[in-house]
């Protein structure tokens, strides 16, 4: 197999990373972190910068090209700035985006987009202060002003993502997709997921995208549509607009067959899969000094175990981390 590809057992290349840099945050979403979790991974054992640029490299050397940079709330790893400039100059890589809440972008917005990064994601699940503080414990004030300085830093695109629950916030979903039209985000809806006991707990509110899509056209016309990205969305243009929205939903319309995309947790482990707990540890191999042709080989074996779909829907029970743990 040529050294620039990286496919796995199932004939699905391999070419995007996302990385936590930080399992902690700022917020408490309610599908997320549980309000007075403590368990967090001790600082001595994140990888560090230079860590996480070997992986990346190596990576990249195999035709990884996509790096998405996720926590916790990645503004939160002091420096942030460092590794993102580290990363934008590694050959090979051609999109290095972010996830945020955007609670300390007032301040970072600026910075980031100097050092490299390329596209922006925007965790916004309601534009009511009540509601907000409800689902998140945070300001939303906070939030709408961190996004206010992303644009103005010259962000583009900026993506604005959306976990729908029913009975929180699924009566705002026009008023959300109104928001982004009027500023010209993309607008992306997410289906809660099993993960952990607070993904687990959000059961109820449950919602099937597939449903909101159809109430939506039936408003405007929803035209398909390709943006670039390599994420899960299925997305559409808005008839008459250059506004787009997308539709994540890995329980009514998986997208196990295209994934493309692995997760790197801040304390090194490798997760094929959001939907499996297996994940292959790197951390250890790092700082017992393992070489770039090991390291190499140790991804390679790793790519080999991703699984042919996610449990989400037939052993949800499996799914103990929560997704502060796995990574956006």
Known sequence: MPSNTLTDMFGRRIEYLRISVI????????????????????PANWLSFEEIERVTRAFAF??????????GEPLM?????????????????????????????????????RAGVSRLNVSLDSLRPKVFEKITGGSLNKVLT???????????????????????????IDAILDYCIERGFT????ETMPMGDTGRNAVNKYIDLQTVRQRLE???????????????????????????????????????????RVRLTVDGDLY??????????????????IDDTGLTDHLRRAIALKPERHEFSER?????RFMAKSGG
């Not at 195999?62 to 926590?71: N, S």
């Not at 899969?273 to 994940?279: I, T, V």
């Not at 949800?316 to 103990?320: A, D, G, Q, T």
């Open 23 to 42: 399992d902690r945050c700022d917020l408490r979403c309610s599908y997320c972190l549980p309000k007075r979790f403590k368990g967090f991974e001790e």
């Open 62 to 71: 195999m035709g990884v090209h996509r790096i998405r940079l996720t926590g």
């Open 77 to 113: 790893r002091r420096d942030l700035t460092e590794l993102v400039d580290r990363l934008a100059h590694l050959p090979g890589i051609s999109d290095l985006a972010l996830s945020s809440n955007c609670t300390r972008m007032d301040k970072l917005a600026a910075p980031l987009y």
């Open 146 to 172: 961190g996004i206010e300085a992303c644009q103005s830093a010259g962000f583009e695109p900026i993506r604005v993502n959306t976990v729908v629950m029913r009975g929180v916030n699924d009566d705002e």
């Open 187 to 190: 607008l992306r809806l997410i």
């Open 218 to 260: 039936r408003r405007i016309e929803l035209i398909p549509d390709i943006l670039p990205g390599g994420g899960p969305a299925r997305y559409y243009r808005l008839a008459g607009t250059d506004t787009r929205i997308g539709f994540i939903t890995p329980i009514s319309q998986h997208f196990c067959e295209t994934c493309n």
């Open 272 to 289: 094929l899969c959001l939907g499996h707990e297996h994940a292959y540890p790197l951390r250890q191999l790092l700082r017992d000094g």
């Open 316 to 320: 949800p029970e499996k799914l103990i």
